[in-house]
């Protein structure tokens, strides 16, 4: 009886948690994407987030959403497998993730240093002979500068799956006349895909809904599902249409993450 | 080389880093479709001998020739070579079938041929109606039989088996064991078996390799090895034995514990230090005025099969007895045996002068059977 008494206790504060920070809030959302810009009640906000204007912007947030974890695994992904082989890796995984420890604000502003009219991309660009570029405020410096930030969260879970692969299995792979790359994608690549898995999802949702670097990098030049809510909110102050981008959002994210939905495999 | 070697080591060293080598000059000949067993305590070399063999490991110096080919830098994929591995290195992500189909695919051979092929083997190691299982779902006697099954099925010239009965509880090893020598037997098919388990190796093989400190020490079949160990180390770890101190006092008289005894070797130097080995079931138990030796029994356990006793001289020399008689703890006992139980050792003696001096005496019946490569 004690036991499930302490049981319920422990679970209150879960449930506390869930209600006030997750079911409330997307509640509220829900209720203020119900009501237009003068506050009455209509789903007008639902019928223009069909229009084009917003299918286009969900089309290129997913659009960028999508080159930032392409090239975030693309970079991650042998980076991690590297770091495996190494002989400290533990510490050489702590190198890469210390940077995300750091404020993205602070990050953000120390590339505004670098990429600028007189920052040190220049400086080096004009060195070789390029001449000065126009680099801040593009589209590539967002997705350099994403694709940066996102790098160690993509790390991790696949230096860990890596790591509990047993190095066997690679020989194992090579004994019954797998090449190097047929022992990879036949092999390693299917038992590491849980850890892949895992990369795309802290990558790709957070990348939907990105608005401080569009803002500070790419100079508002690319418009995500974030930016749209953001603008909604502080600029337009039509919370009802925010609320409804917001509530499209979180679908895509519920989504995705039913199609990453990492099963547990292996013995 | 001769039609029937597979492969040859020609002087092969392997060390990693500046550590003492792993493997110090090691040279042998593998002949055809035998059974061969590499035989050692943990951390001898003879791991590193079968990834030597398997491509997972280049030697340091040194030739390792294959169907007279030297095959040094040929990586693991082009050799014809499987290896059943010490944790199976099964493949999780993948079902029976497809774990067994692996190398098929790879080769690329036909779907229809494929699936005849895996069953064929499946039903070679006894796994029928198992195709579609995964693999942890199988114990693990079931699983070490998809690994066989998955080396078996791409007809290697040669199969590697690391210590592959040693997950497996005693009763289920000995079923492996003779169904290995069986499936060896049927397939013809050219097996290397590495353990360090001394009965598992008399039991399954052609012959033996004891290897220690990353030398051979002897090779031999099962019978040669027990009953002709070269060293003190060969005759520890292949068997029980009583080793004593002795000398050769001339051909065939060797003189330990103080008393002169007739026996089968020759070819020593006068007054010779040797040792003397003699199997604890060589010893048989009798009255102190018939026995050869006088001991007195220390103590005495019951083994099943046999009483194995153990007995102090008076100058507490450690005798081991196995015997179906029981001793009486405590009490003087004789101990006799026969002048063929005798086996003498001579110190620091190499493989090939061993050899050389057991075929001087060949004529002297059954040691003729020893083979020199």
Not at chain 1, 65 to 73: H, R
Not at chain 1, 147 to 170: A, D, K, Q
Not at chain 1, 234 to 260: E, P, R
Request: charged share 20%; proline share 3%; net charge neutral.
């Amino acid at each position: 009886m004690e036991s499930k008494l302490s049981r319920n206790l422990y679970s209150f504060s879960y449930f506390l948690w869930i209600v006030i920070f997750v079911i409330l809030p997307i509640l509220l959302i829900v209720y203020y994407s119900l009501f237009d810009i003068e506050g009455n009640f209509s789903f007008v906000n639902y019928q223009k987030f069909f229009t084009a204007v917003y299918l286009k912007m969900t089309l290129s947030s997913f659009w960028y959403a999508f080159l930032i974890t392409v090239i975030t695994f693309l970079i991650a992904y042998p980076t991690a497998y590297l770091l495996t082989k190494t002989k400290h890796k533990q510490f050489w995984l702590l190198l890469i993730i210390v940077p995300s420890w750091i404020n993205l604000l602070l990050k953000a502003y120390a590339f505004l240093g670098i990429f600028g009219t007189y920052g040190v991309a220049n400086s080096f660009l004009k060195i070789i002979g390029m001449g000065e570029q126009q680099i801040l405020f593009t589209d590539f410096s967002f997705v350099f500068v994403s694709v940066y930030i996102f790098i160690p969260f993509m790390i991790l879970p696949i230096f860990n799956s890596l790591n509990e692969l047993n190095p066997t299995l690679l020989d194992a792979a090579r004994d019954l006349g797998a090449s190097a790359w047929t022992a990879f994608y036949r092999v390693i690549f299917p038992l590491t895909i849980d850890g892949v898995k895992s990369g795309w999802q802290v990558t790709f949702i957070p990348a939907l809904s990105l608005f401080m670097l569009t803002r500070l990098i790419a100079g508002n030049k690319v418009i995500t599902l974030g930016t749209a809510i953001e603008q909604q909110f502080l600029v337009t102050q039509d919370w009802g249409m925010g609320s409804t981008i917001a509530v499209f959002l979180i679908l895509i994210m519920i989504l995705f993450m039913f199609l990453t939905n990492t099963r547990k495999r292996g013995v | 080389m001769n039609v029937a070697s597979i492969i040859q080591f020609k002087n092969v060293t392997k060390r990693f880093g500046n550590n003492p080598p792993v493997l110090d000059n090691v040279s042998f000949t593998l002949e055809r479709g035998k059974f061969y067993t590499l035989l050692g305590p943990s951390g001898c070399g003879k791991t590193t001998i079968l990834r030597l063999i398997a491509g997972f490991t280049e030697p340091s110096e040194g030739e390792i020739w294959f169907n007279g080919q030297k095959i040094n830098h040929l990586p693991a994929n082009k050799r014809q070579v499987n290896t059943v591995f010490q944790d199976y290195a099964l493949f999780p992500h993948l079902n029976v079938f497809e774990n067994v189909a692996f190398g098929l695919r790879i080769k690329k051979v036909k779907k229809t041929e494929i699936e005849a092929k895996v069953k064929q083997a499946l039903s070679f190691v006894n796994l029928d109606g198992y195709e579609y299982r995964e693999i942890r779902e199988m114990s693990g006697g079931q699983r070490q039989r998809v690994a066989i099954a998955r080396a078996i099925v791409n007809k290697p010239e040669m199969i590697l088996l690391d210590e592959p009965l040693s997950a497996l509880d005693l009763k289920l090893r000995t079923e492996m064991q003779y169904e290995l020598r069986e499936l060896q037997r049927r397939l013809g098919i050219t097996f290397v078996f590495v353990t360090h388990d001394q009965e598992e190796a008399l039991a399954m093989s052609d012959e033996i390799f004891v290897i220690n400190n990353g030398k051979i020490q002897q090779s031999g079949t099962p019978t040669d090895i027990y009953d002709e160990p070269i060293n003190r180390f060969v005759a520890d770890f292949i068997g029980e034995s009583n080793i004593v101190e002795g000398k050769m006092v001339e051909d065939y008289l060797v003189e330990f514990v103080g008393k002169k005894f007739e026996c089968d070797d020759k070819g020593f130097n006068a007054n010779e230090p040797v040792e003397i080995v003699i199997r604890p079931e060589d010893l048989e138990i009798t009255t102190p005025e018939l026995g050869r030796l006088q001991v007195r029994v220390d103590s005495q356990l019951f083994r099943g099969v046999h009483y194995e006793i153990c007995c102090y001289d008076k100058d507490d020399n450690e005798w081991l007895v196995h015997s179906t008689k029981k001793a009486k703890v405590g009490k003087e006992i004789g101990l006799s045996f026969d002048r063929e139980a005798i086996h003498v050792m001579r110190l620091g003696e190499t493989e090939e002068e061993f050899d050389r001096r057991l075929e001087t005496y060949a004529d002297k019946g059954d040691s003729a059977q020893w083979k020199v490569n």
